[in-house]
Each structure stands twice: as C-alpha cells, then as structure tokens.
C-alpha cells in the first residue's frame, strides 16, 4: 500500500503562482510513476503532469506545458508541481497519484486550487 499527502493548494490571482507537494509514504520502492492529475466542476478528472521514478522521465498535458514543472526529491519520497503563469481555468482539485510496479494505481485526498481573475 502507498499513502499520499497532498498540500500547498489555495487562492491566487491569475498570473501567479503555486507549488505542490505530494508526500509518499508505506511502499514507496513499489512507485514507478508518479503524477498529479485534476478535476474542475463539472468535468472529468484529467492528467496533468507525470514523473517516471526511473530515470526522471517527465510528461505534460498541452494545457500546462511551459508553465508547470513535476519535480521529485527522492529522499523525501515527495513530488512538487510548481504553477506559474496560473490561468482561471487551472481552478480544479489537484491529486496526486501514484502508479506501482504492480500496476496498482493510488490517490490523495485531492488539494483546492482557485485562481481568480
């Protein structure tokens, strides 16, 4: 089993910026990719960004390319996901998740973003 812990969500002008973070925990050696994916009213949850832990091997929805960044700092067992440049549209909850080499996929609680304009 892996437990995540999302944090650093919350309210910001359009144009500014935020950073998550994601803390893994338990079986953390079974983690193969690790992502953050988002989900607005009204909308299908959708990917945003992904880590492969292997490698650093990084991947980006069209809509956030050149503004997010995925980073990982394993020794924490945490990921980041810095937002610059963030736009009304990038209001959604945020999850992370963890994908293992068992092909077994875990998820947070999920952490507010709201951006105002």
């Known amino acids: 089993q892996v437990q995540l812990v999302e944090s650093g969500g919350g309210l910001v002008q359009a144009g500014g910026s935020l950073r998550l973070s994601c803390a893994a925990s338990?079986?953390?050696?079974?983690?193969?990719?690790m992502g953050w994916y988002r989900q607005a009213p009204g909308k299908q949850r959708e990917l945003v960004a992904t880590?492969?832990?292997?490698?650093?091997?990084?991947n980006y929805a069209d809509s956030v390319k050149g503004r997010f960044t995925i980073s990982r700092d394993n020794a924490k067992s945490t990921v980041y996901l810095q937002m610059n440049s963030l736009k009304p549209e990038d209001t959604a909850v945020y999850y992370c998740?963890?994908?293992?080499?068992?092909?077994?996929?875990?998820w947070g609680e999920g952490t507010l973003v709201t951006v105002s304009s």
């Open positions: 998740n963890a994908q293992s080499v068992y092909m077994r996929s875990y």
């Open positions: 338990g079986n953390i050696f079974s983690i193969r990719r």
């Open positions: 880590i492969i832990n292997d490698g650093g091997s990084t």
